[in-house]
């Protein structure tokens, strides 16, 4: 097989819902060979009118929370709804040569055998600004691909889930019970981000635990500024061993749904999201000419080091490079 398709196979196989062609797609996108890029744009640009009819949930939590095994729970129970479920992983740290942590098949292996089912993980060895952009992408070839239901997950411990929020409609933060958030290294904009906190693996004996924390968690929940969604932020619990309270969660998306979009701020909201991508993709853009300048990347080391000894300010220095620039 040729390594890569043309844009009418590419478009044709997303919209014959082909799974392979959507995984090659996807490394279309994340490739960062000029061609590539402008095949990948001609290709999103057509499928375009065939996206954003899914609904996207950013999944984070710790390492050891139990997101794989949870994904796989509540995944199962969507695809046998006869949703089309695809996973996204976002891993900035990532090196797929090393074996990506996040998305890995061998984590869910239900799922990732069943044909209603996408399972990605991260694309590797990116800076997160470059994960985030592909992974976006992906996200719309998935919806292009007739995929209703997509997952983001992420580790929950950077800054990654900033970017995440930035391209989902629900955000779910997964917890353990029994230990504080500090032990979990969630951070408290992480926790004010979230539409709900699920604490995991209330099963085996840990029931009891798992509820007192739910209840903290929702007081917790409660001092946080009132979102403009109109929607009030919930805390559960759920075994994904038991599957106990998974569906629950899905529930809970569903009454957000029917809030945000019977308000208007789901379409409002997915507006702002879109504005945010293109003053991001413009930023992104501009950086990179500029750097690619043999001029600024003579220039830059000097001035770094100028800037770092105190002989010259910031802003003169960046005033100088920015003249190397050419205006461009
Ligand atoms: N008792 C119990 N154990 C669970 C449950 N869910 C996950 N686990 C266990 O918790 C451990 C971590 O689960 P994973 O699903 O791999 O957790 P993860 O957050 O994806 O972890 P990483 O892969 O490291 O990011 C595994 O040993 C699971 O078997 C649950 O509902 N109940």
């Not at 057509?46 to 095994?69: C, D, F, M, N």
Request: charge should be neutral; aromatic fraction near 6%; hydrophobic fraction near 45%.
């Amino acid at each position: 097989m040729p390594k890569r398709l043309t844009a009418d196979q590419y478009i044709q196989g997303l919209r014959a819902h082909d799974r392979l062609v959507l995984s090659r797609a996807i490394t279309l996108v994340e490739s960062t060979l000029p061609a590539d890029q402008a095949l990948a744009q001609e290709v999103l640009a057509a499928v375009l009118p065939h996206t954003g009819h899914s609904v996207r949930v950013g999944i984070t939590g710790v390492p050891g929370v139990g997101k794989s095994t949870f994904i796989e729970a509540l995944g199962m129970h969507l695809v046998d709804e006869g949703h089309r479920l695809a996973v996204l992983a976002v891993d900035p740290t990532s090196q797929r040569s090393g074996g990506s942590i996040l998305g890995d098949k061998t984590r869910m292996n239900q799922l990732a055998a069943h044909p209603q089912a996408f399972i990605r993980p991260s694309p590797a060895g990116r800076s997160l600004g470059g994960v985030a952009r592909a992974t976006r992408e992906a996200l719309l070839l998935c919806e292009a691909a007739g995929h209703d239901v997509i997952f983001v997950e992420t580790v929950g411990v950077g800054q990654s889930e900033t970017a995440v929020h930035g391209m989902v409609d629900f955000f779910l933060l997964l917890m353990l019970a029994g230990a504080g958030d500090e032990l979990q290294g969630v951070k408290r904009g992480i926790m004010e981000m979230a539409d709900a906190v699920v604490i995991t693996k209330a099963d085996s004996g840990n029931e009891l635990a798992a509820k007192r924390a739910r209840v903290e968690y929702q007081s917790a929940l409660r001092l946080f500024p009132h979102a403009t969604s109109g929607w009030a932020p919930v805390a559960r619990t759920c075994s994904a061993l038991s599957g106990e309270g998974v569906a629950g969660v899905w529930e809970e998306i569903g009454r957000y749904l029917a809030l945000t979009q019977g308000n208007g701020y789901f379409g409002q909201r997915r507006q702002e999201q879109n504005l945010q991508w293109l003053q991001h993709s413009i930023r992104e853009a501009l950086e990179e000419r500029f750097y690619a300048r043999p001029e600024v990347a003579a220039r830059l080391p000097e001035l770094q080091q100028r800037v770092m000894s105190g002989q010259q300010s910031a802003f003169a220095a960046a005033a100088e490079l920015l003249g190397l620039d050419g205006g461009a």
